[in-house]
């Protein structure tokens, strides 16, 4: 353990400035000077709402937390979600939760080496766009039928 | 190159320290396989809340003691925490260059996801176990 961290700060020491002596080069264009396709867009919406999520599940482990300490305590916890900054939360949780799920798809086929040319690509982006917000449409519609 | 001690070094005191390599794609593709496993199980979780809708305690309770959304649940718990503490480790290794505060960073998320993986797991048997 004591090793893992004495190496890092070795690591630090080899690619520090000091050591190293970087001369002032022309930089290449920085990210935000071009216009982002769509896919670039998707692909680092996958990122943010993949971190985000992980916020999600905290939310959602303790609502089961809160179910499994009694009926007090989950009255408070759906107080809270009956709320309307509650409700925009959820609502950010299940289209964050369809939107990774559904570009998660794309990207498993991917992996497996499939639709990489450009025409595919780009009807997968408006598939995955148009998949995620019906879907997520559908969910509400099922939530606030059952809610009134 | 640039070092100039680095020529004097073995090859292993390059490679020491950066991890296996017999185990390379190993990461990459748990990540794959736990995405494939939390396809169904997202779809299950996010249709049975949406029906379930907030309604109170005794509905939610009746529903997660049933045998079969209280494995879904605790494997959704496990499986969904496992992968995102994978992808946190994935972002993290591409945008924090300090090392020491990168590895610092994943093992609190990785003691966090579990602590709170387990939390959830605990919270749905003892639900279970309660019904009985």
Not at chain 2, 4 to 16: C, D, M, T, V, Y
């Amino acid at each position: 353990m004591l090793d893992y961290f004495k190496y890092s700060i070795n690591l630090k020491n080899i690619y520090s400035r000091k050591i190293m002596k970087i001369p002032h080069r022309p930089l290449s264009p920085h990210l935000q000077v071009y216009n982002l396709p769509l896919t670039a867009l998707l692909s680092i919406s996958h990122r943010i709402t993949g971190v985000s999520l992980m916020l999600g599940i905290v939310l959602l482990t303790l609502w089961v937390f809160s179910a499994a300490m009694g009926e007090e305590e989950y009255k408070l916890f759906t107080l809270f979600l009956n709320f309307w900054l509650g409700k925009l939360v959820l609502f950010g949780f299940s289209l964050a939760l369809i939107y990774h799920l559904c570009n998660g798809i794309r990207h498993l086929f991917w992996d497996i080496g499939m639709n990489f040319d450009l025409k595919k690509t780009m009807l997968a982006d408006f598939a995955v766009l148009f998949s995620s917000i019906i879907l997520t449409t559908l969910v509400w519609v099922v939530a606030l039928k059952e809610l009134i | 190159m640039v070092d100039g001690s680095s020529q004097f070094k073995s090859p292993l005191r390059h490679a020491r320290g950066m991890g296996s390599a017999k185990e390379g794609t190993h990461h990459w593709l748990a990540q794959r396989v736990t995405a494939l496993a939390l396809l169904p199980l997202t779809f299950w979780l996010v249709f049975s809340l949406a029906t379930l809708s907030l309604k109170g305690h005794l509905e939610f309770v009746t529903w997660l003691s049933s045998p079969f959304s209280g494995t879904l649940m605790i494997l959704f718990l496990l499986v969904s925490f496992h992968h995102g503490q994978l992808g946190i480790q994935v972002v993290a290794e591409d945008y924090i260059s300090n090392i020491t505060l990168r590895r610092t960073l994943l093992i609190v998320t990785k003691f966090i996801s579990y602590l709170l993986a387990t939390l959830g797991i605990v919270s749905v048997l003892r639900i279970i176990f309660e019904s009985l």
